[in-house]
C-alpha cells in the first residue's frame, strides 16, 4: 500500500496551519491545493499546488489525484463527494467527516439552501456559524484518527 497524501483545499481553509501539524506527526506528505493568495510552504513534507484562476480549478486538480488511502480537508461538498467516490475520506474544516452515508444528504441540503437563496436572495441570511475554537479541537482529533486509518 502507498503512503497516503493529505489534500488541502486551501481557498478559505482555516485549519491549514493544523493540518500540517498533523501530517507531520504521521509524516504524511501534504499537498496543499488553491487558486493563489497563499504563500508557499517551506516545509519538506508539503507541495504548494497554484491552479489556473476558474470555477472548481482546485476541486478538479485535487479529484484528479486522490485516490483510495488519502485524506481530504474540504468545505466543499461536491469535492468531497468526489474525493468519496476515488475511495478516499473527505473532512470539513470542523472535523465533521463526510461518509457515504452522510454524503448524500449534505449535496441536498447544500441545493435545498442554493434554491433558498435564489429564490429570496436577502432573505436567506450569510453564512453558517463562526469557525469557533471548539472546531479546530474536532478537526485536530478528527484528522488523526483519519490519517491513523489511512496508514492502516
Given at each position: 500500500?502507498?503512503?497516503?497524501?493529505?489534500?488541502?483545499?486551501?481557498?478559505?481553509?482555516?485549519?491549514?496551519?493544523?493540518?500540517?501539524?498533523?501530517?507531520?506527526?504521521?509524516?504524511?506528505?501534504?499537498?496543499?491545493?488553491?487558486?493563489?493568495?497563499?504563500?508557499?510552504?517551506?516545509?519538506?513534507?508539503?507541495?504548494?499546488?497554484?491552479?489556473?484562476?476558474?470555477?472548481?480549478?482546485?476541486?478538479?486538480?485535487?479529484?484528479?489525484?486522490?485516490?483510495?488511502?488519502?485524506?481530504?480537508?474540504?468545505?466543499?461538498?461536491?469535492?468531497?463527494?468526489?474525493?468519496?467516490?476515488?475511495?478516499?475520506?473527505?473532512?470539513?474544516?470542523?472535523?465533521?467527516?463526510?461518509?457515504?452515508?452522510?454524503?448524500?444528504?449534505?449535496?441536498?441540503?447544500?441545493?435545498?439552501?442554493?434554491?433558498?437563496?435564489?429564490?429570496?436572495?436577502?432573505?436567506?441570511?450569510?453564512?453558517?456559524?463562526?469557525?469557533?475554537?471548539?472546531?479546530?479541537?474536532?478537526?485536530?482529533?478528527?484528522?488523526?484518527?483519519?490519517?491513523r486509518k489511512a496508514r492502516g
Amino acid at each position: 500500500m502507498t503512503a497516503p497524501i493529505l489534500y488541502v483545499d486551501a481557498d478559505a481553509c482555516p485549519v491549514k496551519a493544523e493540518a500540517l501539524r498533523v501530517a507531520e506527526r504521521h509524516g504524511v506528505s501534504v499537498r496543499i491545493v488553491s487558486n493563489g493568495g497563499i504563500r508557499p510552504s517551506p516545509h519538506p513534507l508539503v507541495q504548494t499546488v497554484i491552479v489556473p484562476e476558474g470555477p472548481d480549478a482546485a476541486d478538479d486538480w485535487i479529484a484528479e489525484r486522490i485516490g483510495p488511502g488519502d485524506v481530504c480537508v474540504t468545505g466543499d461538498i461536491p469535492l468531497a463527494k468526489r474525493c468519496l467516490d476515488a475511495g478516499a475520506q473527505a473532512l470539513r474544516h470542523d472535523g465533521e467527516a463526510f461518509t457515504p452515508s452522510n454524503i448524500g444528504h449534505a449535496l441536498a441540503m447544500r441545493e435545498l439552501m442554493a434554491d433558498l437563496r435564489s429564490a429570496a436572495p436577502l432573505a436567506a441570511g450569510g453564512g453558517g456559524r463562526p469557525f469557533a475554537k471548539a472546531d479546530r479541537s474536532r478537526f485536530l482529533e478528527a484528522l488523526d484518527r483519519a490519517l491513523r486509518k489511512a496508514r492502516g
